[in-house]
């Protein structure tokens, strides 16, 4: 069976992406008008800055989601 190697360039797999996605929001200051919205949840940019990389709404969800 030939292994396949993950390509430096390809997304990680998407459990550690939310991985990653629940430690950035980890770090966030719920205080912080920018880096909460005011109904709660995490701002996307926030997290993105942290991670240097863009996300999407639906995975920021599911990290948050799975942190309540």
Do not use: C, K, Y
């Not at 950035?24 to 240097?52: S, V």
Request: cysteine-free; aromatic content about 2%.
């Amino acid at each position: 069976v030939d292994q396949v190697d993950q390509d430096e360039n390809d997304p990680p797999p998407a459990n550690d992406r939310i991985e990653s996605i629940r430690d950035a929001i980890r770090q966030l200051d719920p205080d912080d008008a920018e880096h909460f919205t005011q109904g709660g949840l995490p701002r996307t940019g926030a997290i993105e800055a942290l991670l240097g990389d863009d996300i999407e709404a639906t995975e920021r969800d599911e990290a948050w989601s799975s942190m309540q």
